[in-house]
């Protein structure tokens, strides 16, 4: 074990992965000589040289679609977006491209890609370099969506993306990659996809949650322990594919639900995971799920308002006390 | 053709637009480092000659818009002091109510339409406004802004495209500034001259190094004239330099000390000012500066007084009409 911050984590994820299979590389905005905008690819020029940390001008479509072209016969790019926001300009290559080539080709080509940036808010960067984009992305058949919150789930879930046969886009964030955590060492400990973490055990209430807003949910969490209320805190970290059986589990202990995440209301990752536990837990639930989100609107530059519209603990707990018919 | 005003009245006046730019990014960095502006903060120093230049060569009636890096364009359009620094300060006598942030001025009255946050993606916007104005018969030009970081982007690329094709009277305005973030144009363009990027497209282009105000005001205005006159897009690619970060948060590693030194030696608003106080104008200069800086503090006093926005805000800035829910 070592501890680490979670943008080491990271990068010791592509280091590891790197040096075991060479068909890995890495291509971004100033990954290489500048060491990284968030400086998660630190020193990874001098180790493994330009043509292995390619510095790519601000073309997102432009090396998205090479990548994906490399992918097919045989590399296996890690594609650095310098923030997800910025992931939009490469959308079509990803919705219609990454996604579907295998489907189209009847399964004979497939895209071994890693797309990863840093997601959703990150301080008063305003409207447009706020977005929680897996929203979007998680509706996509033929591609995975991971959001881990740990320096440990970075780290192994970046290898077992690093290593998987499909696109995965991997989600990061500002405000996780100074978090400090316990991280294995045996470069061949994968944490798998599509598993979620219990992060806080409970019987009172399940809290449901990924990235950033587990953090917050545990806080959350603590704070309902002071007044005797016992919550149980999943952590997704997988979003597609969606462990719905720990979901399910949770709520058939717990009877109420609340999900917790950056994103708008609309539709979303939060009301796919309500739809799953209505269909498939509704005989146990004792109160309708909540969603606690972003509100509907876009992200006010200033602070208290930002502050206001993205989920917070107060929010959190106003959601579970409403869950649980507490006034 | 316009005949153009030389006087030292004028040069005056664009010396005063310059300072306030300087002063204001100043300041502004100042409140960031104290923590009262939040967010990116990319500031226009060493590049003011451009914003001031241009709008000097544009009629108030003509659009313009620009990237981030937005505070010049703003200042030099006519926006208060007061709405530019209020808007940093989050507050809601802001130009854009404290919603925007560094990024996004706006000022409908002046003609700035916007400072934009991605890369390239505003470009086609300033082509889509100057569309319009051929389409109502109008005889204004749009000038949009950006920096050579942009100019390997699609967007850029389809702007000028379809510019040319629709003959739509636009300037385009590549401030290359050297670096796009850390990166030297060496590495992010396979050519060295951006104004080659028009032949392609069969447009006009344009090239020369921001020296002087007046210089940029002179070579933009005959530019202007023209694509009024014609109808014809133009490509320009001005060389410049920033002096500060590409935003507060870089510590402008990949740089030496002495290039940096080197072309702040070139800095166009010390040479404004030494070429004023050389015709004279001391008394002037120190009466306009005296002006600035009073502005600037007043601005500061205004952003820090100022009330911010409350939640009631959001939902009628999100849509004109009835919230869709
Ligand atoms: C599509 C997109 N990709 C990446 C970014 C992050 N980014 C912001 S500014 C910038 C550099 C732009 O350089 P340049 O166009 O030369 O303008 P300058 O900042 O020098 O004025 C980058 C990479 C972005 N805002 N948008
Ligand atoms: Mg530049």
């Not at chain 1, 990061?172 to 973490?197: F, I, Q, W």
């Not at chain 1, 609340?258 to 536990?277: K, L, N, T």
């Not at chain 2, 706006?106 to 319009?132: C, K, Q, S, W």
Request: proline content about 4%; hydrophobic content about 40%.
């Amino acid at each position: 074990m070592s501890t680490l911050r979670y943008r080491d984590a990271v990068r010791a994820a592509m280091i590891e992965e790197m040096e075991r299979d060479e068909r890995v590389f890495l291509v971004g905005e100033e990954v290489g000589h500048y060491q990284g905008a968030y400086k998660v690819s630190e020193g990874m020029l001098e180790r493994f040289g330009p043509k292995r940390v390619i510095d790519a001008p601000i073309t997102e479509s432009g090396f998205t679609g090479i990548s994906i072209g490399a992918a097919m016969v045989g590399l296996r790019p890690i594609v650095e977006y310098m923030t997800w926001n910025f992931s939009a300009v490469a959308f079509d290559q990803i919705l219609n491209n990454a996604a579907k080539i295998r489907q189209m080709s009847g399964g004979q080509f497939s895209v071994p890609i890693v797309l990863r940036a840093p997601n959703a808010s990150a301080r008063q960067v305003g409207s447009q370099h706020s977005h929680a984009m897996e929203h979007f992305y998680a509706q996509v058949p033929g591609l995975k969506v991971l959001a881990p919150a740990t320096p440990a789930d970075a780290k192994g879930m970046l290898k077992s993306a690093i290593r998987d046969e499909d696109p995965v886009l991997f989600m990061e964030s500002e405000t996780l990659y100074n978090v400090k955590g316990e991280v294995p060492d045996d470069p061949e400990l994968l944490v798998p996809m599509g598993v979620a973490n219990v992060a806080r055990e409970g019987k009172d209430v399940t809290i449901i949650a990924w990235s950033r807003l587990t953090h917050v949910s545990l806080e959350a969490a603590a704070a309902l322990e002071k007044e005797g209320i016992s919550a149980e805190v999943i952590d997704l970290r997988s979003i597609r594919p969606l462990d719905e059986e720990a979901i399910v589990k949770s709520v058939r202990k717990t009877h109420r639900a609340v999900v917790a995440y950056e994103g708008w209301p609309f539709g979303g990752v939060g009301a796919e995971i309500s739809d799953r536990i209505q269909r498939l837990a509704f005989d146990d639930l004792d109160a309708p799920v909540l969603r606690v989100s972003t509100l509907d609107y876009p992200m006010p530059y200033n602070a208290k308002l930002e502050q206001h519209v993205i989920p917070s603990v107060p929010r959190i707990l106003e959601a579970v006390n409403q869950v649980l018919y507490r006034s | 053709m316009t005949t153009l005003d030389t006087s030292d009245e004028l040069h005056l006046k664009l010396y005063r637009q310059m300072f306030l730019i300087r002063r204001f990014e100043e300041e502004a960095a100042r409140a960031y480092a104290q923590g009262k502006i939040g967010g990116f903060l990319h500031l226009y120093i060493g590049q003011e000659a451009i914003a001031v230049g241009a709008h000097a060569a544009m009629r108030q009636d003509d659009y313009m818009l620009t990237t981030y890096r937005d505070h010049g364009l703003a200042l030099a359009r006519g926006m208060a002091p007061r709405a530019a620094m209020a808007e940093l300060f989050g507050k809601v006598t802001g130009c854009s109510k404290g919603l925007g942030g560094s990024m996004h001025f706006f000022d409908r009255e002046h003609n700035m339409l916007g400072g934009y946050g991605i890369v390239g993606g505003h470009i086609p916007i300033g082509v889509g406004t100057a569309f319009a104005s051929k389409y109502r018969g109008e005889d204004r030009v749009s000038m949009v802004f950006f920096g050579e970081g942009a100019v390997s982007i699609g967007d850029f690329h389809e702007g000028m495209s379809l510019a040319s094709l629709w003959r739509l009277p636009v300037v385009f305005v590549c401030e290359n500034n050297e670096y796009a973030m850390g990166t030297p144009i060496s590495r992010t363009l396979s050519v060295a001259d951006v104004s080659q990027k028009a032949l392609g497209y069969g447009m006009a282009r344009e090239r020369f190094a921001a020296e002087s105000v007046i210089h940029v005001r002179d070579r933009l205005r005959a530019i202007v004239d023209r694509v009024r006159e014609t109808s014809e897009p133009t490509l320009v690619e001005i060389q410049t330099y920033r002096f500060r970060g590409h935003s507060m948060s870089d510590p402008g590693k990949y740089r030496t000390k002495e290039e940096l030194e080197e072309r702040k030696r070139k800095d166009v608003v010390l040479r404004a000012r030494v070429e004023l106080e050389e015709k004279g104008q001391s008394e002037a200069l120190e009466r306009i500066e005296k002006e600035v800086e009073d502005e600037v503090t007043d601005a500061i006093r205004f952003a820090e007084e100022s009330p911010e926005p409350g939640p009631e805000i959001l939902a009628p800035t999100t849509y004109t009409g009835a919230f869709a829910r």
